[in-house]
């Protein structure tokens, strides 16, 4: 059995990280933070020329039609140059939630296709995050109550914005009444579109953290061969070599739970809870981990503002909590765990139930 990614997979990824590269710098994100909503609409018409909003879209409706296993590369990316713009959320989140409705729901397809065309945006909550990201650039928000989903134009709701320990970040409360004409989802059907709502969410955040941690440990190993103490790198030191390396053992690892989240997820959802959590929580420890060394690696300036660091490992920070923190999913780990009728160990690897 092949687990490597397609050359197709790989050359879009590769398109992805060329771009972003090429348009985010520290600079350009600092910049971001003096603006009014911390989002640029030149940046986001060149996100949606390079096709991200429709990737997760339904051909049928104007969108690429693409799986997890696509999309997962990209959200690295993403991470690994800690954009700001609210893509990763909104294609793997908030679209597959449309898609899941629009083949009986008007309202949902037509949005669908003014995503893929990059005319709307939306944003998502859910109840296990206490605010929702960039919902003031949203046109619509996609909101829970009780078992239903409901779907609001930005105009008809208030938002009071939070405040983020991540500048990049834009969070709001919002203040809305549940009505009739906005339930696009309610009973079992809203239960079970939640739940695989948040399996979305955690994995997307997974996947930023992994390219948040890579970046860290690039920018730290960069910073290790040009800072000079008595005449050498501090990067000849044996003890920083150690701790980079750890850092790039630890963030290897977990690439493994994430790409199986991302498989399971697009060929069998509703056994992905448990391989959602393990790659949720591997990759935070990941995340985290190279966060704290290479803060370590960098002094007592790894600590101020002025370092660029702290952009990244922030987001580490944020992300790690946000669609469920590791107590939580540690929890549902462990619960699958113990279950007796679980099908772990070697012999079902290639098991069809343990996919």
Not at 220 to 240: D, H, T
Not at 293 to 302: E, K, P, T, V
Request: glycine share 6%; with cysteine.
């Amino acid at each position: 059995m092949d687990f490597t990614f397609t050359e197709d997979q790989q050359l879009f990824a590769d398109s992805v990280k060329d771009f972003l590269q090429g348009e985010i710098t520290a600079e350009s994100i600092r910049a971001s933070w003096e603006t009014e909503t911390g989002r640029s609409d030149e940046l986001w018409a060149q996100i949606t020329e390079l096709g991200l909003p429709a990737m997760l879209v339904p051909e049928e409706f104007g969108g690429l039609g693409m799986t997890e296993l696509d999309v997962v590369l990209m959200a690295i990316e993403c991470g690994r140059v800690a954009l700001h713009e609210p893509i990763v959320e909104m294609a793997m989140v908030a679209t597959p939630l449309l898609a899941a409705l629009a083949p009986n729901n008007e309202k949902c397809a037509d949005l669908l296709g003014q995503i893929a065309g990059g005319e709307a945006k939306v944003a998502i909550a859910h109840t296990v995050n206490h605010v929702v990201a960039d919902a003031h650039i949203a046109d619509y928000l996609i909101l829970p109550h009780a078992d239903q989903i409901h779907l609001v134009a930005q105009a008809d709701v208030k938002l009071e914005a939070q405040e983020s320990v991540d500048p990049s970040r834009r969070l709001s409360t919002v203040d809305w009444t549940p009505s009739e004409a906005t339930c696009i989802a309610s009973g079992a059907e809203g239960v079970a579109l939640l739940a695989a709502t948040l399996n979305r969410g955690a994995l997307a955040s997974a996947a930023q953290m992994i390219g948040l941690a890579e970046a860290m440990v690039a920018r730290s190993v960069q910073y290790s061969e040009e800072r000079q103490q008595f005449g050498k790198p501090i990067g000849v030191n044996q003890a920083l070599k150690h701790h980079m390396a750890n850092c790039a053992v630890k963030t290897e690892f977990a690439k493994a739970p994430l790409y199986r989240a991302a498989y399971v997820l697009s060929m069998k959802p509703e056994s992905a809870d448990f391989a959602i959590s393990h790659a949720k929580v591997v990759a935070g420890e990941a995340a985290l981990f190279a966060a704290k060394n290479s803060i370590q690696l960098h002094g007592a300036m790894g600590y101020t503002w002025e370092c660029d660091l702290h952009i990244w490992m922030k987001r580490s920070w944020a992300l790690d909590k946000f669609w469920g923190h590791a107590g939580f999913h540690k929890n549902r780990t462990h619960q699958w765990l113990m279950n007796p009728n679980a099908q772990i160990g070697a012999d079902n690897t290639f098991g069809a139930v343990a996919i």
